[in-house]
């Protein structure tokens, strides 16, 4: 496959760093909201699949103010049970409804792990590409963002879960990794942001290890994003549903924002917003 842009095709690199760049530079953290329009998210799977109810959450998204949103068509649900699907199929739920949710007007992500569904998603508008295996899953993924300028989130993730190992090493250890395959495939330090993978090969122990230790990954100089938003962890210290889960979520994202976290993904904006909103406003009182 080469998902290369073809000759036609803008790079969409200029509007994606512009975007990031302001969103990275506030102080107060950039929100991503997410739009799954898969029938098996581990959160919301089949709500939001059908055009007209993704289009419908979008714009509650931006209502309550948004700062991005990150579409995704494939599940890749941190815990046993997500089903791959083909470029085809992500190709087919993204269509009826990505230039239309483009249209509305804020910065849209692609999470996909897959060269070629990028590539539609930036010819589409989009203009950031959210990469759950970090450029090592997908060969064509790095020169596809080279090619096109724009900025990547390159996220940790493991096949499996080792509970001896030191998390935060491991993460490391990954970046090293994406970073030498970014910078061979000539994608600017600039361009890229991290994100531990919260829930994602991972212990519950280990994800809240990793939000407790973020702060090791200034090391890197590059912005974090953490979207810790439902996740398995919270149930471990609080048995909950993943619709039970807010209260830990924001939890989470305000110890994450403490500890240097530029973006923060998550399913509930508006409550999301509030907390991070209002921890500032009391952090930023003499």
């Not at 036609?8 to 329009?37: E, F, K, Q």
């Given at each position: ?11 969409a ?18 929100v ?7 029938p ?16 419908e959450r979008a714009?509650?998204?931006i209502?309550a ?21 083909t470029?085809?199929?992500?190709l ?17 992500s692609i ?11 930036l010819?589409?508008?989009a203009v ?20 096109r300028?724009a900025?990547?989130?390159?996220m940790h993730?493991r096949?499996s ?7 935060v ?17 000539g994608?600017?330090?600039e361009k ?17 290890t ?24 919270i149930a471990s210290v609080?048995p ?14 305000l ?22 909103r ?7 009182k003499?």
């Amino acid at each position: 496959m080469n998902a290369s842009p073809s000759p036609s095709v803008p790079p969409a690199g200029s509007a994606g760093i512009d975007v990031l760049r302001t969103l990275v530079g506030r102080r107060l953290p950039a929100v991503m909201g997410v739009l799954n329009i898969t029938p098996d998210s581990f959160s919301d799977g089949g709500e939001f699949i059908a055009p007209a109810r993704a289009l419908e959450r979008a714009r509650a998204m931006i209502a309550a103010g948004v700062d991005i949103i990150d579409i995704g068509a494939e599940s890749t649900r941190p815990y046993k049970g997500a089903r791959p699907v083909t470029a085809a199929d992500e190709l087919a739920r993204l269509k009826p409804v990505l230039s239309d949710v483009v249209a509305l007007g804020v910065p849209i992500s692609i999470d996909s792990m897959k060269a070629e569904v990028v590539a539609f998603a930036l010819d589409q508008g989009a203009v950031i590409a959210n990469d759950v295996w970090g450029l090592q899953r997908d060969a064509d993924m790095a020169p596809l963002i080279a090619a096109r300028g724009a900025p990547v989130i390159v996220m940790h993730n493991r096949d499996s879960v080792d509970p001896a190992i030191d998390i935060v090493a491991d993460i490391k250890t990954f970046f090293l990794r994406s970073l030498d395959i970014a910078a061979k495939a000539g994608i600017a330090r600039e361009k890229i942001v991290l994100d531990p993978g919260i829930g994602f090969g991972k212990t519950a122990e280990q994800s809240m290890t990793a939000l407790a230790r973020l702060r090791e990954l200034d090391m890197f100089g590059l912005p974090i994003l953490v979207g810790a938003s439902r996740k398995r962890f919270i149930a471990s210290v609080s048995p909950s549903e993943p619709s039970e889960r807010l209260a830990g979520s924001i939890a989470a994202h305000l110890i994450a924002a403490q500890r240097g976290a530029k973006i923060i993904r998550t399913h509930d904006v508006a409550e999301t917003l509030q907390a991070l909103r209002v921890a500032h406003a009391i952090e930023s009182k003499p």
